[in-house]
């Protein structure tokens, strides 16, 4: 079994810093992907980054590169915890940011191509 659950939202003021944690447990995440994503009230879900749970090769969506970091500790190969380091946040940041995953390599931005899914955590970025 897959679960996700996500922590570390809160408010913060621009140009703050924020992060966001995801425990991550599964039989294996060997050949998984993990991926952070967002919604604002309205809007659809939003890929904002992703991690390649065997060597770590990350991707970003242009509007947070360079201020965001996506990282994982993994204790093993079954567990372990995802971050969202959130630098110089702007209220364009504010969302609901859910962790998800895929048992694919391939770079995906895509929601509808994620499997799992977290309960989500709210960030609110106030100017």
């Known amino acids: 079994q897959v679960h996700l659950v996500e922590s570390g939202g809160g408010s913060v003021q621009t140009g703050g810093s924020l992060r966001l944690s995801c425990k991550a447990s599964?039989?294996?995440?060997?050949?998984?992907?993990l991926a952070w994503f967002r919604q604002a009230p309205g809007e659809e879900r939003q890929f904002v980054a992703s991690?390649?749970?065997?060597?770590?090769?990350?991707?970003?969506?242009h509007s947070v590169e360079g201020r965001f970091t996506i990282s994982r500790d993994d204790r093993n190969d079954a567990q372990g915890t995802v971050f969202l380091q959130m630098n110089n946040v702007s209220p364009e940041d504010t969302g609901v940011y859910y962790c998800?995953?895929?048992?694919?390599?391939?770079?995906?931005?895509?929601?509808?191509?994620?499997?799992?899914w977290g309960q989500g955590t709210q960030v609110t970025v106030s100017s």
């Open positions: 998800a995953a895929r048992p694919r390599v391939r770079i995906e931005v895509n929601p509808d191509e994620y499997d799992y």
């Open positions: 991690i390649r749970w065997m060597g770590g090769t990350t991707y970003y969506h």
């Open positions: 599964s039989d294996s995440w060997i050949g998984w992907t």
